[in-house]
């Protein structure tokens, strides 16, 4: 089945150390997106990329940095910069940027030790 | 600004009860979309609905309605009949013009539906 994978479901991190989260999918979208999300509140944009090898910052990049080498992958790298990075991550992907659906994977819920 | 305002924070109903949640939007934009999607305790979002600001007819889909009316800047969602399986987090988003051609979500609060047996 097409579909969105985010690993780990849970992880835990030092203080100072960075973490990545992976996000793969398989439904041949070009776009692909993370999102946090904290209690109460909606989802905020992290990054976003269109193609492979292309990212943008959304609205909340400080402190977390990705890549896109390949179009079926779009890792999270939360770096020890990040100073309250305990929260829900979803990634997402859609077929284009405008306007299209964006579908998601089950989340890693990122805390602190 | 462009915004989404999702005013019920909670709800709670009885299984079998009709339920509406309210979605309110603000944009500068002629052409937008707007999308609701569902998050269960699982966590994952699901795609519910994207409706163009060019069509305001209702739509329905089984026990799911959608009422769309550009005058009063509103989207709002009808669960009828609700059951167990419903309870979930809502969330109302608006897509918006960002860097250029590329849109990105606007996203309300969310409204938590707890249905109850």
């Known amino acids: 089945d097409g579909g969105i994978t985010q690993s780990p479901k849970y992880l835990f991190r030092k203080e100072g150390q960075n973490v990545t989260l992976s996000c793969e999918q398989n439904l041949n979208h070009d776009a692909m997106y993370w999102y946090r999300q904290d209690p109460g509140q909606g989802l905020r944009l992290i990054y976003y990329s269109q193609i492979v090898n292309d990212f943008q910052k959304g609205d909340i990049a400080e402190g977390y940095s990705v890549s896109r080498e390949k179009k079926e992958s779009f890792p999270l790298t939360v770096t020890s910069a990040q100073k309250n990075p305990t929260a829900f991550y979803l990634c997402?992907?859609?077929?284009?940027?405008?306007?299209?659906?964006?579908?998601f994977g089950d989340g890693t819920r990122l805390s602190i030790l | 600004a462009q915004k989404v305002t999702q005013a019920q924070t909670e709800i709670s109903v009885v299984e079998k009860e009709d339920v509406t949640l309210d979605c309110v939007y603000e944009?500068?934009?002629?052409?937008?979309?707007l999308f609701w999607y569902k998050q269960p305790p699982s966590g994952e979002l699901v795609f519910l609905i994207r409706?163009?600001?060019?069509d305001e007819q209702n739509e329905i889909s089984g026990r799911y309605s959608w009422n769309f009316q550009k005058s009063t800047s509103s989207f709002n969602f009808t669960i009828t009949a609700s059951q167990v399986v419903d309870s979930a987090v809502y969330f109302c988003?608006?897509?918006?013009?960002?860097?250029?051609?590329?849109?990105?979500?606007?996203w309300g609060l969310g409204t938590s539906l707890a249905v109850n047996p």
């Open positions: 997402a992907s859609s077929r284009g940027v405008e306007n299209q659906p964006q579908h």
């Open positions: 409706r163009n600001s060019f």
């Open positions: 988003a608006l897509s918006e013009a960002y860097a250029g051609n590329n849109r990105k979500l606007i």
């Open positions: 944009t500068r934009d002629t052409t937008y979309y």
